[in-house]
């Protein structure tokens, strides 16, 4: 089945424009309420959402159309994805939704929608909820229209999650850390989990005005923060995403760290505890072959998958892997979470730099990455370039050149009519002239 509404990771879309107006959110709470009203309980769904302007009105929509159906309404204001997914499981609720488009700019919004355990919803339920979309919904009875209450704890029962899963015996003393909130979800609760666990923290990004999330601050514009760790004197930084889900490490030189690196420097702290399940790391094919190479080192695997953190985590509860992620920074500890959560990643960084006693900049470069380049080529929307000889012939060429000294990963993007080439090896000249190669035939296709 095509999918109409929802991509890799929910639904997106810019505000005011199908998908992502307010009448489809009232049919997505109308048909993911209607999915979930199982058994004879009270039922009930729990919301949260990042810092956009338009979260108010995406808000409001999902709570008439769960309402309109008979389910009962938990708001929690904002907070991160991870935060949602937790209270989800945490109040027996038997849905949660997150109001956010990630690391996209404010003009944009999103709806993830996560299952009572916890988990996003698998492509199956997903199916069935855009079913029932096509359909006119089933109301409720007058007596039976749900109620919607907001929590005000709500700030303070995730912190308390994400300091549980810090080391009992480490504090955060003498340890400066600047974090960037991008003006997102993680405002308060991030740098509010640091100073209670003792760091001297300088905050960026925590004056949301409903415009600025992700506006030259968090994880995809890391420079502020990078520049702030040097002029601070920091020992090291953290930047999140609009909805707190990713992480990107600078060290105290303002040097970056991405999301490679802070699986392997986690992985291997797991496996020297004894506590790394799987024997293995789950990551996807954009992951640099530098860490394929560190880990088989180890004595471990890289167990790749398609892009998105939904990917990941399936094939992490398929191995009985407990940790994975992406290079972008979404990084999952299924010992922890059930979806990547970039403050609970970063408390585990810091546990391992206040127990190496070393500077971030040795502790965090664990292996020497690979020259990658990866180029987007757009195409019109209706040939299909991957399916052309001659771009067929001109990516096996470039394998057999790579064969042994490196990897070629050619995909469609799953949410624009983009071709992605990416190609990474020993030899940079070499990964450039391929990527150029393959990137010209696509636009000849195209």
Not at 164 to 192: Q, S
Request: proline fraction near 4%; charged fraction near 25%.
């Amino acid at each position: 089945m095509t999918r109409k509404f929802f991509g890799t990771d929910g639904i997106r879309g810019t505000t005011n424009a199908e998908p992502m107006t307010s009448v489809t959110a009232l049919r997505v709470g109308q048909a993911a309420g209607a999915h979930f009203l199982r058994g004879d309980h009270r039922h009930r769904v729990v919301i949260g959402k990042d810092t956009r302007l338009s979260g108010y009105m995406m808000e409001s929509a999902m709570v008439a159309g769960f309402t309109s159906v008979g389910m009962d309404v938990v708001l929690l204001g904002p907070m991160p994805t991870p935060a949602v997914a937790m209270l989800t499981r945490s109040m027996r609720a038997d849905l949660g939704v997150m109001i956010s488009a990630s690391h996209n700019p404010f003009a944009d919004n999103g709806i993830k929608l996560f299952g009572p355990d916890g988990y996003k919803l698998s492509d199956e339920a997903e199916q069935a909820i855009e079913r029932r979309m096509e359909k006119p919904p089933k109301l409720a009875k007058a007596e039976m229209i749900g109620r919607a209450r907001r929590i005000d704890d709500a700030r303070g029962r995730y912190v308390q999650f994400a300091k549980d899963t810090f080391p009992e015996n480490l504090r955060l003393d003498g340890l400066k850390v600047v974090v960037d909130c991008a003006n997102g979800a993680a405002y308060h609760v991030a740098p509010e989990a640091l100073w209670e666990l003792g760091a001297e923290v300088v905050p960026l990004g925590i004056a949301p005005n409903g415009l600025n999330i992700n506006d030259d601050c968090g994880s995809t514009h890391p420079a502020l923060m990078q520049e702030t760790v040097v002029a601070s004197g920091a020992d090291i930084g953290l930047a999140l995403d609009g909805d707190a889900d990713r992480l990107i490490v600078a060290d105290e030189t303002g040097r970056l760290v991405d999301g490679d690196q802070l699986m392997a420097l986690i992985a291997l702290g797991l496996q020297a505890r004894g506590e790394l399940k799987g024997n293995a790391v789950v990551a996807t094919v954009m992951s640099n072959l530098g860490l394929e190479r560190k880990l088989d080192e180890a004595g471990l695997k890289l167990l790749r998958t398609k892009v998105g953190d939904r990917y990941v985590l399936e094939e992490m509860r398929k191995t009985g892997c407990n940790i994975g992620g992406e290079q972008s920074g979404h990084i999952i500890l299924a010992d922890h979470a059930t979806t990547g959560d970039g403050l609970v990643a970063g408390l585990q960084v810091l546990a391992a730099l206040v127990q190496a006693g070393a500077p971030a900049s040795r502790l965090l470069r664990q292996f020497e990455p690979l020259p990658q380049l990866l180029k987007n080529v757009r195409f019109n929307g209706g040939a299909e370039p991957l399916e052309s000889d001659g771009v067929r012939k001109r990516i096996a060429a470039a394998e057999a050149e790579l064969e042994g000294h490196g990897r070629l990963v050619i995909r469609k993007s799953g949410t624009e009519p983009l071709i992605r080439v990416m190609a990474e090896g020993d030899d940079p000249e070499l990964v450039e002239r391929l990527v150029d190669d393959i990137c010209e035939a696509v636009q000849a296709a195209a």
